[in-house]
């Protein structure tokens, strides 16, 4: 350990003297003496770069924070202290470790849950062989987007009450009926019960006549937006916009010329009535389902979409402004921002899946 013994003097220095990049020079010798060693130590000896390495990483930049916890995930001893100060960082330095590493339990990932909230849960989704205490935990606390990747993790395990209540919610939710039919570990008592909600949403679909295939589809689509303007009790003589809009955009898109600038064109323009059509036909979802994600209820659904769909934040926010309730707020945006850029592309990309599930035809 002499290596080590010289490190620890290197620390001291730089501690007291030394510059952001010199700390982080030291942190990552550190890391490399530990990796290569790491199989032959015992606990003892790991302990010793426990301490050395959580000092240290409490003083360097954010960067070198997640270049540490990309490369101590995966170690099976990794430093067990350094790997849980990590998992309670901001989500960039936990993500790897939450998804990664062993040196964490079920109850520690619980805990992690309930102090850091729903980006870290996300990450924990991602998870493999995730044990019945955390997605019990994660069902409970995590809301509807948590709910939904946790169910898609196949390795995921559920105890019986946790598996009751997703089939409970899926009975009024079509994307996670989608979600939890792919699995083969439904108890067969509620498998007949999640059967029966599939059935009972496919039929009110089919009575709504809610086809999704709105490319190359116009005619259905435009049936579509008329059934939902009538139901507002609006005239079929005013469909003339949505109508217009739709026509234009299949015209851009069989063009080559449908993409993320145009998208950002419209909504930036005001022009609600193309960005929603624009939006249906690049997310590949109804124009009821895209009318939902940029002007309804549920107000993440836009952030999830565009970051699903590769988009940049200022596309993602010219859409937000069409909304009334939200884009006038300063602080919201910049709340949404900060969600938009924590989002992980990959878990968006599974929840545009699970939309799109939710919007197919039976």
């Given at each position: ?109 619980v805990a992690i849950s309930a102090a850091k909230g729903r980006d870290h849960m996300l990450a924990i989704t991602e998870r493999p062989n995730l044990g019945e205490p955390v997605t019990d935990f994660l069902i409970l606390r995590g809301g509807r987007v948590v709910t939904h990747a946790v169910a898609a993790n196949q ?148 952030l999830l979409v565009g970051r699903g769909l590769g988009w940049s934040w200022e596309t993602t926010a010219a859409l937000i402004s069409l909304r009334k309730d939200l884009g006038k707020s300063p602080a919201a945006i910049d709340r949404a921002r900060e969600s938009f850029r924590n989002l992980a592309q990959g878990t ?15």
């Amino acid at each position: 350990m002499s290596a080590v013994a010289t490190l620890l003097r290197d620390l001291e220095t730089t501690m007291l003297r030394g510059s952001g990049p010199q700390r982080s020079d030291i942190l990552a010798r550190l890391t490399d003496l530990f990796l290569a060693t790491a199989v032959d130590m015992g606990e003892e000896q790991v302990g010793v770069f426990d301490a050395v390495i959580g000092r240290l990483s409490r003083a360097i930049e954010l960067r070198a924070r997640i270049e540490l916890a990309e490369r101590l995930a995966p170690v099976p001893n990794a430093p067990n202290g350094v790997v849980h100060q990590l998992a309670l960082d901001e989500i960039a330095v936990a993500r790897p470790v939450l998804i990664h590493s062993p040196r964490l339990s079920d109850q520690d990932l619980v805990a992690i849950s309930a102090a850091k909230g729903r980006d870290h849960m996300l990450a924990i989704t991602e998870r493999p062989n995730l044990g019945e205490p955390v997605t019990d935990f994660l069902i409970l606390r995590g809301g509807r987007v948590v709910t939904h990747a946790v169910a898609a993790n196949q390795t995921a395990r559920f105890s019986r009450h946790g598996m009751g209540v997703l089939v409970m919610r899926a009975v009024q939710d079509d994307a996670l009926q989608a979600t939890l039919g792919l699995r083969r570990d439904i108890p067969a008592e509620l498998a007949e019960q999640l059967m029966r909600a599939a059935k009972n949403s496919a039929r009110k679909r089919l009575n709504d006549s809610l086809a999704p295939a709105l490319v190359g589809e116009i005619e259905d689509a435009v049936e579509r937006g008329a059934e939902a303007l009538a139901a507002e009790g609006q005239m079929p003589g005013e469909l003339g916009p949505i109508s217009a809009a739709l026509a234009e955009i299949r015209e851009l898109n069989e063009a080559g010329a449908l993409g993320e600038a145009k998208v950002r064109g419209f909504a930036e323009q005001g022009a609600t009535e193309h960005a929603i059509c624009a939006l249906a036909v690049l997310a590949q979802l109804s124009l009821p389902a895209a009318e939902q994600i940029i002007l309804g209820a549920d107000r993440e659904a836009v952030l999830l979409v565009g970051r699903g769909l590769g988009w940049s934040w200022e596309t993602t926010a010219a859409l937000i402004s069409l909304r009334k309730d939200l884009g006038k707020s300063p602080a919201a945006i910049d709340r949404a921002r900060e969600s938009f850029r924590n989002l992980a592309q990959g878990t968006a990309q599974r929840v545009l899946g699970f939309l799109r599930m939710r919007d197919a035809r039976p």
